[in-house]
């Protein structure tokens, strides 16, 4: 998995991929009933056309959103309702037996969520941890160091490669 964000303990960025992942082999079906989406996530070139799709909206809006972005991956959190579509980005929702973590909408692990929420915080170093799970990449993000979405930061991020840390 990797972990994008801030160590809670030193402020330095965490990212981690791939290695941890081989030790806790999860697999995803499909969830029953959908979870509420809370945020939107965007990997690669669905990263960003997400930026892009929010650069578009007003500024009402982006300022209703908080963000998190790494090289590659952008997470929006928001009302359901306000949340941007794009297609091919994952929306995660709450898991009310986990809920540090942020789920894809439509799967759900084949483990108990409330296993894996205490292994991903774990691995993230420390309780109130929130992370958001991307199971097709094998990421986990760190939404601790979410901030309101600055269109500034975020046309910063898509201009230099995204490369920032928070749109």
């Given at each position: 998995?990797?972990?994008?964000g801030?160590?809670?303990?030193?402020g330095?960025?965490?990212?981690?991929?791939?290695?941890?992942?081989?030790?806790?082999?999860?697999r995803?079906?499909?969830?029953?009933?959908?979870?509420?989406?809370?945020?939107?996530?965007?990997?690669?070139?669905?990263a960003?056309?997400?930026a892009?799709?929010?650069?578009a909206e007003?500024?009402?809006?982006?300022a209703?959103?908080?963000?998190?972005?790494?090289?590659?991956l952008?997470?929006?959190l928001?009302?359901?309702?306000?949340?941007p579509?794009v297609d091919?980005?994952v929306?995660?929702?709450?898991?009310?037996?986990?809920?540090?973590?942020?789920?894809p909408?439509?799967?759900a692990?084949?483990v108990?969520?409330?296993?894996?929420?205490?292994?991903?915080?774990a691995?993230?170093?420390?309780?109130?941890?929130?992370?958001?799970?991307?199971?097709?990449s094998?990421?986990?993000?760190?939404?601790?160091?979410?901030?309101?979405v600055?269109?500034?930061?975020l046309?910063?991020?898509?201009?230099?490669?995204?490369?920032?840390?928070?749109?």
């Amino acid at each position: 998995m990797s972990a994008t964000g801030r160590d809670s303990r030193t402020g330095d960025a965490l990212e981690t991929r791939g290695e941890d992942a081989a030790r806790l082999p999860v697999r995803w079906r499909s969830r029953a009933e959908p979870l509420e989406p809370l945020a939107v996530a965007g990997e690669g070139p669905v990263a960003v056309a997400l930026a892009r799709r929010v650069l578009a909206e007003d500024d009402a809006r982006l300022a209703s959103w908080e963000g998190v972005a790494g090289r590659g991956l952008l997470v929006l959190l928001g009302a359901s309702a306000s949340l941007p579509w794009v297609d091919g980005a994952v929306y995660l929702g709450r898991d009310a037996a986990a809920p540090s973590l942020l789920l894809p909408c439509a799967l759900a692990p084949d483990v108990a969520a409330s296993l894996l929420e205490r292994a991903f915080v774990a691995h993230a170093h420390g309780t109130g941890a929130r992370l958001a799970v991307l199971p097709a990449s094998m990421c986990l993000v760190r939404m601790d160091a979410a901030r309101p979405v600055s269109r500034v930061t975020l046309q910063a991020w898509l201009d230099t490669g995204s490369p920032g840390d928070t749109p």
